[in-house]
Nanobody, 120 residues
Framework: QVELVESGGGSVQSGGSLRLSCAAS????????MAWFRQAPGEGREEVAK???????TYADSVKGRFTISHDNAENTLTLQMNSLKPEDTAKYYC??????????????YGQGTQVTVSS
């Protein structure tokens, strides 16, 4: 079993910044993917940003240019730096972890989430 623990959520005014962290209890594979998802009340879950073990990063169009995902190998911690926050970024943010099997990387583990609230 792997534990993912998120931290860094909170409340901020529009235009502000927050930094989310997700500490993983162990590695599950040398080839893996990690991502940040978010879900607002009454909305579907959205993949915000993804980090692959080869260093590739991808972002949802809604956050490109404002959010940056990174991973610290030594600490096995995934980070999401969120700048220029908007009220529509308000949601519960979750990190996820998966391992690559035959070029696919289904997420197997999810954290409990951390709330981000952006006021106008």
């Amino acid at each position: 079993q792997v534990e993912l623990v998120e931290s860094g959520g909170g409340s901020v005014q529009s235009g502000g910044s927050l930094r989310l962290s997700c500490a993983a209890s162990r590695y599950i594979s040398t080839t893996y993917c990690m991502a940040w998802f978010r879900q607002a009340p009454g909305e579907g879950r959205e993949e915000v940003a993804k980090f692959d073990s080869d260093g590739t990063t991808t972002y949802a169009d809604s956050v490109k240019g404002r959010f940056t995902i990174s991973h610290d190998n030594a600490e096995n911690t995934l980070t999401l730096q969120m700048n220029s926050l908007k009220p529509e970024d308000t949601a519960k943010y979750y990190c996820a972890l998966g391992a690559y099997y035959y070029h696919k990387c289904p997420y197997e583990y999810y954290g409990q989430g951390t709330q981000v609230t952006v006021s106008s």
